[in-house]
Every structure is written in structure tokens, then in C-alpha cells.
């Protein structure tokens, strides 16, 4: 692996990330924001906010981890990106960017870790503009990895003791994003690989995902997958 903060390791990072998550860019349509303001709500070390901004993006950032925001800019400046970052609690997220001023709120597998989801979104609807659109991926309930938690195999992120991690039906996922009206709500991405071979960059899929058919295994995504894929508009 690269040294930590160079354009190399920035590479890999993202190679790695889209090759096992190959539906994110799909989801975010990074293009599509080309001249529109985007705020990203958990942009750890910038893997998708960098696609953003090369895409033409007025982009912001709000992040809890002072470190992962470090890097994130680091990374900005490393591939000569404009980028705002902004160190703060997503709860209190109004009290820290404009209001109604967001063409796109985005938040990628980060507000399920927090202690209130829901207030989170209610900030998202504070700052952003009437016909803009939210993009959010939290963490589905019926979904493989879940069945898999429940039976002792496995765990909800690759560190262990991650202290929350909450998980949604549909029904839970359309609570949590009141006073917005859904678009589309879809599930993907079940991880087939070995961990202990994934750890070293090696990507053995699991012998039962290995012997399947991948029209079949993108099917048992699209029907189990680990991410409930949101998007959403201001509900008028």
C-alpha cells in the first residue's frame, strides 16, 4: 500500500472502494451535479467527494472525525480540488451551513452510526433547497448481512466494536425521512469475498457466492442487499 496522503494511496483507496461498491457511483450520478451546489453529510476521507468536485460540484463537507476530514482535504489539495469542510455534529447541521441553500444533500452508510438518525435528516431538510434532492444509504434489515449478524457469522462493519449501527424496513426507512417524499428505494451490494484474503488485497469470492451464477447473485443483491439505496425530494 502507498504512503497515507499521497496521490498513489488516494488511487488505491478509490480503485479498492469502487471495485467491491461498483453501484455508488451509479447512486450519486456524480455528473449530474456539475454547477450545483452538493453537500455531503460524513465524507470520511473523500472518496466520493473528490468525484464530486471533479465533476464540477460546488461542494461541501461536514464531518464529525477531525482526522478523516484531514485527509479529505488533504486529498482536495493532493489532485488540486476546490472543496469546504466543515468540522461538526450532523445533528446540529443547520447551525453550521446556509439554509435552503443545497442543490443535492448526500450522505453515503454514515447516519445509521449516529445516535439519532432522524434528527440528521431533519437538518438535511432544513438546508436543503425547495426542489433539490437527497441521496441517502442506510442500512437494510432484510438483507443477507443482517440474517448473517443475527447468526453469529458476521458483524456490521469490518472493525469490530462499532458501538451503533442501525438498520431499516421500508416502512422505517419512509419514517426516517419525514418531511420528504421518496423517488426511489432500491437495495444492493451483499461483500462475497474471503476476509482474510480481502485484508491482504486479495479478493477470493466465498465458495457458495463463487459457484453462483452472477445473474443470479445480482439478483439476490437487488432482493437481500446490505444498503437501502434512498433518494428523496422535499415533500411540499
Known sequence: MAEIGTRQYFDDVEERKYFVEPHIPGFAQFERWRGKRVLEVGCGIGTDAV??????ADYTAVELSEVSMALAKKRFEVFGLEGRFIHCNAE??????????FDLVYSFGVIHHAPNPARIVQEMRQVIRPGGELKLMVYARNSWKDAMIEAGFDQPEAQSGCPIA??????????LTAGFE???????????????????????PQPWFKAMPPGMFEALEKRFGWHMLITAKPAS
Open 92 to 101: 446540529q447541521l443547520s447551525h453550521h451551513v446556509e439554509h435552503g441553500a
Open 51 to 56: 468525484n464530486f468536485a471533479r465533476a464540477g
Open 182 to 204: 421518496i423517488t426511489e428505494l432500491r437495495q444492493d451490494h451483499i461483500f462475497p469475498y474471503m476476509v482474510e484474503q480481502y485484508v491482504r488485497y486479495e479478493y477470493e
Open 166 to 175: 442501525f438498520t431499516y424496513t421500508a416502512e422505517e426507512a419512509a419514517a
